[in-house]
């Protein structure tokens, strides 16, 4: 579960658009990501916190990507 977002990054990267991804899944992912990530900290559990953190970057990818190549998606580019 924590690479789920990895073929989207590797896809979005290779056809250098965002077409068709919602920026706003991928906020909500990462963002409880992070939020386990500390829970984590706080349990002190290591698979927690690698986990959801590999989780989160993977959206923090995905989302760079979209922002990057989202212009690649607007009508008249």
Do not use: C, H
Request: charged residues 15%.
């Amino acid at each position: 579960m924590a690479l789920a977002g990895l073929p989207q990054a590797i896809k979005i990267f290779k056809r250098k658009s965002a077409k068709d991804i919602s920026a706003m899944t991928y906020i909500i992912i990462g963002f409880g990501g992070i939020v386990w990530v500390f829970y984590g900290f706080e349990i002190k559990n290591f698979a927690v916190i690698v986990s959801n953190a590999l989780g989160a970057l993977t959206s923090i990818v995905v989302l760079t990507e979209y922002y990057l190549f989202e212009k690649a998606v607007k009508p008249g580019n």
